[in-house]
């Protein structure tokens, strides 16, 4: 039994070993030291506070806890307590009769301390290795120490308890919200004082250890970020044989003896419940061998467990040990002269001296892992200790203390005793859960009113239908949300269009300038393109900013628009946008060469415009980022004429105005003749479609189709959607350049999204429930979360780590805890926006297929925008919505990659061609007939489509 340090140097690396079997998940199933995730993650931070029950089962004592944890700092927890017995026809008994006679103590417990009827949690010292996939569960692997009741083990002991409660449900409301070890309960109780400590230790009836290892090691729990305790129950080391060279004839005829023989062989070399009955086997041999007691045996001497650790300590203490020998060995019925006496004392001395030394071996492994994981030379931390043994061998401390710091010279270890047992640390613990549960369900409120029920997606799809159908009609189209605008984009192109076409993109996130050639027959398209930025101040000029001066001088205004001319600046300022729109043309043209070529000009105006014709658009009100004065009201097309006329050094033909989510539709539709749906799901978010010409009544003629803009993004400016808007997006609104309007847009678009996530966040943090309740000045500015943030935040493949660096970057300082929130929170958020989109969507596609009476839809939704394309589940989320919301429909979503200029462009060569057409036509009809050449005007602009439409079949 005398280990030399070299066999302590080799049992600390094996059980540094075996320690990282515990860990590894392949390894786990076969490792002896299991390594139980314990779902810990963090040591008291001095924010605990309340009132909690703490039950202490498993130690020599069964104590029942009442404790009182005060925050403010001053950090004190009163406790009330009450010892029960645990006989053996209990521990030893029925699994359920075990845990009935501890809700039973519990329940007399209440009852004498007046507690009956108040809400308590409670949190469950049980000192057994236990299972853990969450903090209030625990599935006992294997009893150990003198506990042996049957029908628990491979049970959950938290529900067993649970359920033995509920016969008390009178007296007792309680909630059990944390299981602890009682290693990890010490660990706690003593971190309470010194936050150094991170390993908690107990030399008692049993022996074990637990303390903080990294996430990223613990490959059994999911996450990289932070730590977890880990319980190793070290009791079991050697239990598949790594000790065998150690273990002596006494040792196993002690295992043999014992409630669970092969198993906790290392505690069985250690713990109080075996260190006296060791004494006593090696007692019982050397008078069997006649080497004491001149050879007598008495019969207490062969009476297993006669011996016990308090006699072990007892015989060692230093003055009164002999006395204390001869006294014991007396009361076993035994004649000891001075020698025999000085013999068994020596012998618990080496019995008790192999228990220290071993732990130290054990305890030096995990001192030496913390030191590596925290690549350190040095490691300072502190050990919390408890256990019968530990604190009354008089020894037992100073030779544990002195052999770790042998073993392990580079580590500082500070040994601190746990004056309250591991009762105070369970409390902490359960008062964390307790928290981060409160916490949890307030939270889980506030995310709750993120997640749409599947009623509630049914009742937007169909409020949606009917704002679409009131849209259409004349009579309603005057008070409807969803405007509905034709778009008198007709026909899709059929692959004839050829030509060069110069296409502007305004509204998105970029604004872009392209030149698109378009090849008739092989449908190729070659584009090239440059993006402008559009400065803030341009987006939104307002009359103060810009003085007049910098703006071209008023005698330089042409009088053209007599009706926008207002004194002064404004002139200035509108022709701002407009003229910068044509400034970036100008430098287009130059970039490319083409300053003098007369290129006809297709225009994506991401903005509400009613359209007369093709080719011309008035702006009803601005979106998104912009908000320039003087533009709404008036057609776009003149405008961007008027600023290129002001420029004067080239000439365009803009041929038509078109929507993005038009372009878009045209883009895809030039692959997919399925294609007669646009979306985008960007900055804005829109939607258009190919409508029969018979249901668009503000529109003359039947015949065929014209495209619609929706403008979905106005849906619930009548308050429609006001029973899932919540009031984070109440605040967005408020917060927003349009306020009251586009409130579908606002809940939906990537303009809008990480807005009301950092609304959210503004709250929780205001709850106390994330960055410890500070709201740095970073959170309270707007615009400061944006929309990509989700998709990084969001994406699987971001490690907490990364989340975090994020939230620092936009100066917020977060635990890992906080990251899960945010996480939360973006996802929420985002999901509900893709499910908005799916639910707007499949009132479309199914009026479409009402619309043509089919009885199934094939159809392709051509789909643009930064959020569909960067976020990492937006896109599903939309896609499965509308799989659920419009079973009928066989929808194909096509990824826009060219952007909505190619459909532009598309449109500007279908409208040019049809253009010449007409001008041949009404040549060869004014031939024909000689008809008035103002009446052909009149005509066309009466009937757009019929005429073109008819055209079309002529030919
Ligand atoms: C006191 C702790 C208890 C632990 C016991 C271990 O409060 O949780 O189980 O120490 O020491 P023992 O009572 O087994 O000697
Ligand atoms: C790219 C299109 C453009 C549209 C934009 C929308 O070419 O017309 O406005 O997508 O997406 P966003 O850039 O707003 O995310
Ligand atoms: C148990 C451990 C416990 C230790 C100390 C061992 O028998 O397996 O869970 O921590 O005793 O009480
Ligand atoms: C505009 C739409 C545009 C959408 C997507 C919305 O704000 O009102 O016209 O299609 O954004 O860019």
Avoid at 206 to 219: K, P, Q, R, V
Wanted: hydrophobic fraction near 40%; charge should be neutral.
């Amino acid at each position: 039994m005398r280990l030399s340090d070299e066999t302590l140097l080799d049992i600390m690396a094996r059980f540094q070993a075996e320690m990282q079997k515990g860990l590894g998940k392949d390894t786990n199933p076969t490792a002896s030291v299991k390594m139980l995730p314990t779902f810990v993650r963090a040591i008291p931070d001095g924010s605990e506070n309340g009132e909690f029950l703490s039950l202490d089962l498993g130690g020599s004592k069964f104590r029942v806890l009442k404790v009182q944890v005060s925050e403010e700092g001053k950090r004190n927890v009163q406790m009330e307590s009450q010892f029960y017995p645990t006989p053996n026809e209990i521990i030893r008994g029925n699994g359920t009769e075990l845990f009935e006679y501890v809700a039973d103590c519990l329940a007399d417990f209440m009852r004498t301390k007046e507690l009956m009827q108040k809400k308590l949690p409670l949190g469950l010292t049980f000192s057994f290795p236990c299972k853990q996939t969450k903090l209030e569960e625990g599935v006992l692997l294997s009893w150990t120490k003198k506990f042996k009741a049957r029908g628990v083990q491979g049970t959950d002991v938290v529900s067993s308890l649970t359920n033995a409660m509920r016969k008390h449900k009178q007296d007792l409301d309680v909630d059990i919200l944390a299981l602890v070890n009682d290693t990890v309960g010490t660990m706690m109780t003593c971190a309470y004082d010194d936050p150094y400590c991170e390993v908690g230790v107990i030399i008692g009836t049993g022996t074990n250890a637990c303390y903080m290892e990294d996430m990223s090691n613990i490959e059994l729990v999911e996450g990289d970020e932070g730590r977890m305790c880990i319980n190793t129950e070290w009791g079991a080391f050697g239990d598949d044989g790594a000790l065998e060279d150690i273990r002596t004839e006494f040792d196993r005829e002690l295992d043999l003896g014992s409630l669970n023989p092969g198993k906790q062989l290392f505690e069985k070399m250690i713990s109080g419940l075996y260190l006296g009955e060791l004494v006593r086997l090696i007692l019982l041999k050397m008078a069997k061998a006649g080497l004491l007691f001149g050879g007598e045996k008495s019969s207490a001497l062969h009476i297993k467990g006669k011996i016990e650790t308090r006699h072990v300590a007892a015989m060692e203490k230093y003055k009164e040990g002999l006395a204390n020998t001869r006294e014991i060995l007396t009361d076993l019925g035994l004649e000891a002269s001075e020698a025999d006496c000085v013999a068994v004392q020596h012998v618990c001395t080496v019995v008790s001296f192999r228990s220290a030394n071993l732990c130290a071996a054990a305890l030096a492994a995990i001192l030496t892992r913390l030191r590596e994981n925290k690549k350190l030379v040095r490691l300072r931390t502190t050990v919390g200790m408890d256990g019968t043994l530990y604190k009354i061998h008089p020894q037992y401390p100073k030779r544990l203390h002195k052999v770790v710091r042998k073993l392990v010279p580079n580590c500082d270890v500070r040994f601190l005793l746990s004056e309250s047992g591991s009762t105070k640390g369970a409390a902490m613990v359960t008062a964390v859960a307790s928290r981060v549960q409160a916490q949890r369900k307030q939270i889980d409120k506030v995310l709750a009113l993120f997640r749409l029920t599947r009623e509630q997606l049914v009742g937007v799809r169909d409020k949606m239908r009917v704002e679409l159908e009131y849209g259409l009609k004349r009579d309603t189209h005057p008070l409807a949300t969803v405007k509905m605008l034709p778009t008198y984009v007709c026909g899709m192109p059929d692959g004839t269009e050829k030509g060069k076409f110069l296409a502007l993109d305004l509204g998105g996130t970029n604004f872009r300038v392209l030149l698109v050639k378009i090849r008739s027959g092989r449908r190729s398209v070659r584009m090239y393109n440059k993006i402008f930025a559009i400065p803030l101040e341009i987006m939104q000029g307002t009359g103060e900013e810009v003085n007049a001066g910098q703006g071209v001088p008023r005698s330089e205004v042409p009088a053209c628009h007599p009706i926008q001319c207002r004194p002064g600046m404004t002139a200035a300022l509108s022709l701002q946008l407009f003229d910068h729109i044509v400034q970036c043309i100008a430098d287009f043209l130059d970039y490319m060469g083409l300053k003098g070529a007369q290129l006809p000009l297709g225009f994506t105006f991401s903005f509400p415009c009613r359209q007369a014709s093709i080719d011309k658009g008035t702006l009803i009100e601005w979106t998104k980022g912009f908000k320039a004065t003087d533009c709404e009201g008036e057609d776009v097309v003149d405008m961007l004429r008027e600023a290129i006329k002001r420029r004067n050094e080239f000439d365009l033909d803009i041929v038509a105005v078109v929507n993005d989510t038009v372009g878009t539709m045209m883009t895809c539709g030039y692959e997919d003749r399925n294609c007669e749906v646009g979306l985008i799901a960007g900055t804005g978010s829109n939607m258009c479609y190919m409508e029969e010409m018979r249901n668009i009544e503000l529109v003359e003629g039947d015949e065929g189709k014209m495209c619609i803009n929706t403008e979905w993004g106005g849906f619930g400016d009548n308050g429609c959607l006001d029973d899932i808007r919540t009031q984070y997006d109440k605040e967005v609104d408020e917060g927003s350049l349009n306020p009251g309007k586009q409130r579908y847009e606002k809940m939906t678009s990537g303009m809008y999204l990480g807005e009301i996530v950092r609304q959210i966040l503004i709250d929780l943090t205001k709850q106390g429930l994330l960055f410890r309740g500070q709201i740095s000045e970073r959170l309270r500015t707007r615009g400061i979360f944006e929309t990509k943030f989700l998709s990084q935040i969001e994406s699987d493949r971001l490690a907490l780590l990364q989340v975090r660096r994020i939230l620092q970057q936009l100066g917020l300082d977060s635990t890992c805890e906080d990251s899960i929130v945010v996480k939360e929170v973006c996802g929420a958020v985002s999901r509900r926006a893709a499910e908005l989109y799916g639910a707007g969507l499949a009132a479309i596609v199914e009026k479409r297929r009402e619309d043509q009476g089919f009885e199934h839809l094939k159809i392709t939704v051509g789909v643009d925008g930064t959020l569909y394309k960067l976020h990492p589940h937006f896109s599903r989320i939309l896609q499965e919505t509308v799989k659920e919301l419009a079973p009928r429909c066989d929808v194909t979503f096509m990824l826009s990659e060219d952007g909505s200029g190619k459909g532009a462009a598309l449109i500007t060569a279908v409208a040019k061609r049809l253009q010449q057409a007409r001008r041949e036509n009404v040549k060869r009809e004014q031939k024909l007939r000689s008809i008035q050449p103002q009446d052909e005007e009149a005509l066309i602009a009466r009937e757009p489509c019929r005429k073109l439409f008819m055209l079309k079949d002529s030919n």
